[in-house]
């Protein structure tokens, strides 16, 4: 069982929006804002979307937002394309003694 | 441009010891802090330990504590992991990742290809 908790799927169709959601606690996602959002493909190794809750490295598309409330963090994908279907990993700091959490990962299916 | 590109990976039995690498270039090694983290076939990430930038800090997750040492070589430019007491639920493809300079600034800005490590009899 993963530290944050992610839904396992989400769909949708080209062009229209989803967001990720990624709950936690008061010890990691809502009590930093060090969250961070992977993408991987399959057989591919994952690559950085969003990082410190909001931001996007350099050469990420502005499709890709990110937000948090409380103890839940969000990824929004507007204009939604095929070469976005991947699975989404969160990741968080927390102050337990093992620092880093992960999500369980969720698969994004465009339909 | 940054390059991770880990090695060290294979087959080994149960209870042996395995000591992946990773070499690192196109940035500032030193100044930045690394990770080792894992994906076991068909499963999620699973974070596994971080070094300072400075080798002065180590932390590591609970189902490796004890057994797995993060190190680094910054005149190499090389992090490694030296595994011992392995088992099976430690087959995995081991990535090393970097990360910014502060330690609880988690992130990981690039990852290396990874190695596949099997644990089996």
């Known amino acids: 069982q993963s530290a944050l908790t992610q839904p396992a799927s989400v769909s949708g169709s080209p062009g229209q929006s989803i967001t990720i959601s990624c709950t936690g606690t008061?010890?990691?996602?809502?009590?930093?804002?060090?969250v961070s959002w992977y993408q991987q493909h399959p057989g591919k190794a994952p690559k950085l979307m969003i990082y410190d809750v909001s931001n996007r490295p350099s050469g990420i598309s502005n499709r890709f937002s990110g937000s948090k409330s409380g103890n839940t963090a969000s990824l929004t994908i507007s204009g939604l394309q095929a070469e976005d279907e991947a699975d989404y990993y969160c990741c968080s700091y927390t102050n337990r003694d093992t620092l880093v959490v992960f999500g369980g990962g969720t698969k994004l299916t465009v339909l | 441009q940054v390059q991770l590109v880990e090695s060290g990976g294979g087959v080994v039995q149960p209870g042996r010891s395995l000591r992946l690498s990773c070499a690192a270039s196109?940035?500032?090694?030193?100044?930045?802090?690394m990770h080792w983290v894992r994906q076991a076939p068909g499963k999620g990430l699973e974070w596994v330990a971080i070094i300072s930038y400075d080798g002065s800090n180590k932390y590591y997750g609970d189902s490796v504590k004890g057994r797995f040492t993060i190190s680094r070589d910054n005149s190499k430019n090389t992090l490694s992991l030296q595994m011992n007491s392995l088992r099976a639920e430690d087959t995995a493809v081991y990535y090393c990742?970097?990360?910014?300079?502060?330690?609880?600034?988690?992130?990981?800005?690039?990852w290396g290809q990874g190695t596949l490590v099997t644990v089996s009899s």
């Open positions: 990742a970097k990360g910014p300079r502060v330690v609880t600034a988690i992130r990981f800005d690039s």
């Open positions: 008061s010890s990691d996602v809502g009590g930093y804002n060090y």
């Open positions: 196109g940035f500032s090694f030193s100044d930045c802090v």
